[in-house]
């Protein structure tokens, strides 16, 4: 009997690193065909060291780096890698020894909420900040951050600080860089003259001569220096925001066309032309810098994976598929969860909103609140499509969904439900890492294959009655303005 011989990719391949808030993924991608040959993760843990603070630490991020890719790597030594491409977690702050790259104090993850009061004080620079950068002053954006760590990192050494995607290059290649595109999100960048704005950075108490400068999202970042199972001399050819990159994948910048990302936390994204910010909660961003700059219009969910693990901790022992499970047992419940663990983002940035659990009665159910914990995350997400639509500029032509929730049939269907419209859920589960290698293979002259401009997807229809979706909408708004500390009374006369 002869066995039938199994093709081996010949390569060339990127190796495509995805450094997430929870774990770091390595992929090897084959620029041929788009697959991925080859993959590793490693986990990355979070602190929290008071209430609102949420830390990393800066090495074992770095560490998470070369464990996936020792993994993704394993049985592939040798292989041609033409380049490796990076998308990461956005507006977390790290500072670092400038000549051996060890951290010098912690990470100050995305959702880290301690300069909300620097913030508050700021107040009266807010319309200058969204003028200039598009975004509302939050503490969720990184510039606070990078002062707290100036303030607060003692070291007799010169230390670099900046976003995770200047960290991880650093330690790459030793280039100090910071992407574009991550930049946008600091409330230090301007989107007009696509640098750092120096009135801001003053504003902020942020030294722009100690910033790394601006680079194109494809520039080329250095070759690597060799480090564990990561060989030297291979270049860094595209740096992009997790975020961004998953927009990249799935509209390659056409207008109209959007995402939401389901993680920790959720991004909506749509691309859209750069346009003045209105007060809607929305913020006008860049996507990516290539040939010419591509804006999207964006909205950051705080708590979405973050608030299914929560009930999962609650109800199912940590298991958030057991959690499916309980809250496919009833189809509808007059429980509301706002998972306002530190405060809510997008479209009504209050920090100081306060999670509630409402509607319970003697009759409540653990399914019940099962189900209330999945709608949290569509809510959220439909209230960020309601306000980009409604800044009467951006017509949505599509919206992809993509992360780890997407492997929820009940989240998805809830998704289109209560957005009353159809949803592209994509198969690929890695579409961050995937857009920022799609950008490396672009960049270094590669063709892109046939079937990679749309990678497979499934479309849920919604079948929810505009009617059932009109109350579902109208109590959550209820739970919303609870948390939010108004008068439900009030609320309702307002509309």
Not at 138 to 167: C, H, Y
Not at 223 to 240: F, K, N
Not at 410 to 438: F, H, I, N, W
Request: net charge negative.
């Amino acid at each position: 009997m002869v066995e039938a011989k199994v093709a081996v990719p010949e390569g060339p391949f990127v190796l495509a690193l995805d450094q997430g808030t929870t774990n770091t993924k390595a992929l090897l991608v084959d620029a041929s065909t788009h697959a991925i040959v080859a993959s590793g993760a490693h986990r990355v843990d979070i602190s929290y060291p008071a209430a609102g603070w949420v830390e990393q630490n800066a090495d074992d991020i770095w560490n998470s780096v070369l464990g996936a890719v020792a993994e993704c790597l394993a049985d592939h030594q040798g292989v041609p890698i033409m380049a490796i491409s990076i998308s990461n977690q956005r507006e977390s702050v790290a500072i670092w020894d400038a000549a051996t790259g060890a951290a010098l104090g912690p990470v100050l993850g995305w959702q880290d909420a301690r300069t909300s009061a620097v913030c508050a004080g700021l107040s009266a620079h807010a319309p200058q900040v969204a003028k200039h950068t598009g975004l509302g002053l939050d503490a969720m954006f990184s510039a606070p951050k990078m002062r707290w760590l100036l303030d607060n990192v003692d070291s007799a050494q010169p230390a670099r600080f900046g976003t995770i995607d200047t960290f991880l290059v650093s330690r790459l290649t030793g280039e100090y860089l910071a992407e574009a595109g991550n930049a946008s999100r600091t409330m230090l960048f301007d989107l007009d003259s696509l640098d750092w704005n120096g009135e801001l950075a003053e504003i902020f108490g942020v030294p722009v001569g100690g910033l790394a400068p601006i680079a194109r999202s494809d520039a080329g970042f250095g070759v690597t220096r060799g480090e564990g199972a990561i060989p030297a001399g291979i270049p860094v050819v595209s740096v992009m925001a997790d975020s961004h990159a998953a927009l990249y994948l799935h509209s390659r910048g056409r207008l109209g066309e959007g995402k939401a990302t389901y993680g920790t936390g959720s991004s909506v994204m749509v691309n859209s032309p750069r346009v003045g910010t209105e007060a809607t909660g929305i913020a006008t961003t860049l996507a990516w810098l290539v040939e010419s700059p591509s804006y999207a219009k964006e909205g950051n969910v705080l708590a979405s994976g973050a608030a299914l693990a929560w009930a999962a901790e609650l109800l199912t022992q940590g298991d958030v598929a057991a959690l499916g499970a309980l809250a496919s047992e009833t189809t509808a419940s007059a429980v509301s969860l706002v998972p306002a663990f530190s405060g809510l983002g997008a479209p009504y940035f209050d920090r100081d909103a306060v999670g509630v659990l409402t509607g319970l009665t003697g009759a409540t159910t653990g399914a019940q609140i099962a189900r209330a914990a999945f709608e949290a995350v569509a809510h959220q997400v439909a209230d960020v499509v309601e306000a980009i639509e409604n800044d009467g500029v951006t017509e949505i032509a599509g919206l992809s969904a993509d992360g780890g929730a997407t492997a929820s049939p009940l989240l998805m269907q809830l998704q289109a439900d209560l957005l009353g419209k159809p949803l592209r859920v994509s198969d690929v589960p890695e579409a961050s890492a995937l857009g920022a290698a799609l950008l490396a293979m672009h960049a270094e002259g590669v063709a892109e294959h046939a079937s990679s401009n749309r990678y497979s997807t499934r479309t849920i229809a919604p079948e929810m009655s505009d009617e059932r979706r009109r109350e579902a909408r109208h109590q959550w708004r209820l739970a919303v303005a609870r948390s939010r500390g108004q008068s439900v009374s009030d609320w309702k006369e307002q509309g």
